[in-house]
T-cell receptor, first 113, second 111 residues
Framework: SQTIHQWPATLVQPVGSPLSLECTVE??????LYWYRQAAGRGLQLLFY??????ISSEVPQNLSASRPQDRQFILSSKKLLLSDSGFYLC????????????FGDGTRLSIL | QKEVEQNSGPLSVPEGAIASLNCTYS??????FFWYRQYSGKSPELIMF????GDKEDGRFTAQLNKASQYVSLLIRDSQPSDSATYLC???????????FGQGTTLQVKP
């Protein structure tokens, strides 16, 4: 069966520090991968998605970036975090196809001090 | 107009009642619809999907789809306090090839 791993679960970082969040999927090949951010009490904001290795699409301008170095690995990064980067970060995967559902990782709660 | 719209709530129902959660969408060509449940502080989990007009039942959950009205709903029978969560509606967009999520409806089931 397919599983998605996302770490760390929680992270506290100072303003201006770098960030690296990693997500890996097991049990499937060539998944579509997604990074979302969710502010407290708000909906999901799609940040990046990838349909293949090295293919990244950005949904909103920001100081974050994403990379997909391997088929089932998706990384979210920042060189210098801002206070506004605080939130709940979710990685998700789905297979290509209209009827394919999306599956989420457990998320990373990021607090910027 | 938002692509997927949900009433943010909170929707409050007594224990044992039927909770009705509604979602409208703008893309008339959409064919696939999903409901996710998100407990506070947790990630969303898939609970239902529906592709055809009509009702689809799974235990206490029933998803209803009306493509002509561009409306999808989720009914929860015999609501329990453990059903208290935010429910997200998601619609597959054939234009973008992605799931579009609504903002979610918060459900509170009172004991």
């Amino acid at each position: 069966s397919q599983t998605i791993h996302q770490w760390p679960a929680t992270l506290v970082q100072p303003v201006g520090s770098p960030l690296s969040l990693e997500c890996t999927v097991e049990g499937t090949s060539n998944p579509n991968l997604y990074w979302y951010r969710q502010a407290a009490g708000r909906g999901l904001q799609l940040l990046f998605y990838s349909v293949g290795i090295g293919q990244i699409s950005s949904e909103v301008p920001q100081n974050l970036s994403a990379s997909r170095p391997q088929d089932r690995q998706f990384i979210l990064s920042s060189k210098k975090l801002l206070l506004s980067d605080s939130g709940f970060y979710l990685c998700a995967w789905r297979l290509t196809g209209e009827r394919q559902p999306q599956h989420f990782g457990d998320g990373t709660r990021l607090s910027i001090l | 107009q938002k692509e997927v719209e949900q009433n943010s709530g909170p929707l409050s129902v007594p224990e044992g009642a039927i909770a009705s959660l509604n979602c409208t969408y703008s893309d008339r060509g959409s064919q696939s619809f999903f409901w996710y449940r998100q407990y506070s502080g947790k990630s969303p989990e898939l609970i239902m999907f529906i592709y055809s007009n009509g009702d689809k039942e799974d235990g206490r959950f029933t998803a209803q789809l009306n493509k002509a009205s561009q409306y999808v709903s989720l009914l929860i029978r015999d609501s329990q306090p453990s059903d208290s969560a935010t429910y997200l509606c998601a619609v597959f967009s054939s234009n973008t090839g992605k799931l579009i999520f609504g903002q979610g409806t918060t459900l509170q089931v009172k004991p």
